[in-house]
């Protein structure tokens, strides 16, 4: 395999794997950053010891933290197919799309290039993916033309509405990618819960019918004998079915917080933290886009979005 052939495969293979960046929305990206490279590179190659150098030069010159750093302009180019398919998807007048497009692309490079400079941390786990924090870039400025023009205010409205809370199952990369940012909000706003966001935890994927696993019953419960811990776990499915089903888990609620609520108690506690976050939530966006349903919705998402990305164990 000669130097272009590693340059490429490199780039196609770690630092912009498919599964990240589907060539769908990224046609080009695997071939204008090998150009690039190669260009800026010049005869630097040649002089490169082995695999892993070469690699490592690939690496310094394109990945996403350097092309912000100093190639912003490639760095909106391979973007640019997922601003126009964010922007085509949303626009109502169609003859406008590239307007639009090129006004979004203008104001990346006349300043927001530098504030997400500015803003965000590759090397913090907690922040979300680089892609959807540009969608999300895109989506603000893309709201902020539409505000400025009078024929755009229900658009505005309607696009924050139908993006929040879509559960992904056509595979649509840029409503899995907004809904991303909606999971990373509402675990921030867990956080605050402090004390009582184990229990709100194990609460809430009790009301939803969410499995319970041994973590959830432990952070509650670290002292909760083998027996209580398999049938929280093991019977969380029947309880949100059942309309007895605070009548089990509060016994286990007022034995280790040493209460003796009844099972109205508990749901009027759960029922509260709801309205808590819907409304902390809706404070997030210019509107209100979350009700009883949607909210709903988002947390049993955001559990099914944890599970299955392995996130937040920190929580």
Wanted: proline share 4%; hydrophobic share 35%.
């Amino acid at each position: 395999m000669d130097d272009r052939e590693l340059i490429r495969d490199f780039i196609d293979r770690d630092l912009y794997p498919e599964n990240r960046f589907p060539r769908s929305i990224f046609p080009d990206l695997v071939s204008v950053l090998t150009d690039l490279f190669r260009r800026d590179s010049g005869t630097e190659i040649a002089g490169t010891s082995g695999t892993d150098e070469l690699r490592e030069r690939v690496r310094e010159k394109v990945s996403l933290k350097a092309l912000l750093d100093h190639n912003p302009g490639t760095l909106v180019l391979i973007y640019k197919t997922l601003i126009t398919k964010y922007i085509y998807k949303r626009h109502h007048y169609k003859d406008d799309v590239e307007e639009v497009v090129q006004e979004i692309i203008a104001r990346f490079l006349h300043d927001k290039i530098r504030g997400i400079r500015r803003r965000f941390d590759f090397e913090n786990p907690e922040l979300p993916t680089f892609t959807s924090y540009f969608l999300v870039t895109i989506r603000n400025i893309y709201i902020d033309i539409l505000r400025k023009e009078s024929r755009g205010r229900n658009l505005a409205d309607s696009d924050a509405k139908i993006e929040t809370v879509s559960d992904d199952r056509s595979g649509d990369m840029l409503s899995s990618l907004i809904l991303e940012e909606e999971f990373r909000k509402f675990n921030g706003l867990m956080k605050l819960y402090y004390k009582s966001a184990p229990k709100l935890n194990l609460a809430l994927k009790v009301k939803f019918n969410i499995p319970v696993d041994d973590a959830d019953v432990l952070a509650c419960f670290p002292d909760c004998t083998d027996e209580e811990r398999q049938f929280l776990t093991g019977r969380s499915r029947l309880f949100a079915k059942n309309r007895k089903s605070m009548e089990k888990l509060v016994p286990v609620f007022n034995k280790y917080e040493g209460k003796s609520n009844n099972p109205d108690t508990l749901r009027k506690w759960i029922s509260t933290r709801l309205e808590e976050i819907k409304r902390h939530m809706n404070r997030i966006h210019d509107k209100s886009p979350y009700n009883n349903s949607t909210i709903s919705d988002l947390i049993i998402l955001y559990f099914k979005w944890k599970r299955e990305r392995g996130v937040f164990h920190d929580q």
